[in-house]
Nanobody
Framework: QVQLVESGGGLVQAGGSLRLSCAASGRTLSRYVMGWFRQAPGKEREFVAGISPSGAVTLHADSVKGRFTISRDNAKNTVSLQMKSLKPEDTAVYYC???????????????????WGQGTQVTVSS
């Protein structure tokens, strides 16, 4: 069984930075696309960023492009999300997850991903 543990969230002022980490156990995820999603209160879970198995290809949502950067360390079975220039609208619970199937294509829909962790809360004050 795959287990994912997200960490690094917290309370930060607008314009600040945070680095989220996602540690996986139970399966080596080096052959899977990994994604970061977020869910704000009353809203659907939305795609934030994805990264190919090798890390060579990344995809970021337009809302975070230029501010967030996804990366991975396959030796450590971890995925990170560096966030800078944070805005109040970035406030949400952030989740990481692997795609359901092995492959290289980054998908942006929630249903393509599985084994969600508990998430980590990011709160950006204005």
């Amino acid at each position: 069984q795959v287990q994912l543990v997200e960490s690094g969230g917290g309370l930060v002022q607008a314009g600040g930075s945070l680095r989220l980490s996602c540690a996986a156990s139970g399966r080596t995820l080096s052959r899977y696309v990994m994604g970061w999603f977020r869910q704000a209160p009353g809203k659907e879970r939305e795609f934030v960023a994805g990264i190919s198995p090798s890390g060579a290809v990344t995809l970021h949502a337009d809302s975070v492009k230029g501010r967030f950067t996804i990366s991975r360390d396959n030796a450590k079975n971890t995925v990170s999300l560096q966030m800078k220039s944070l805005k109040p609208e970035d406030t949400a619970v952030y989740y990481c997850a692997p795609r359901r199937t092995i492959g290289m294509v980054i998908k942006t829909t929630r249903d393509e991903y599985d084994y969600w962790g508990q998430g980590t809360q990011v709160t950006v004050s204005s």
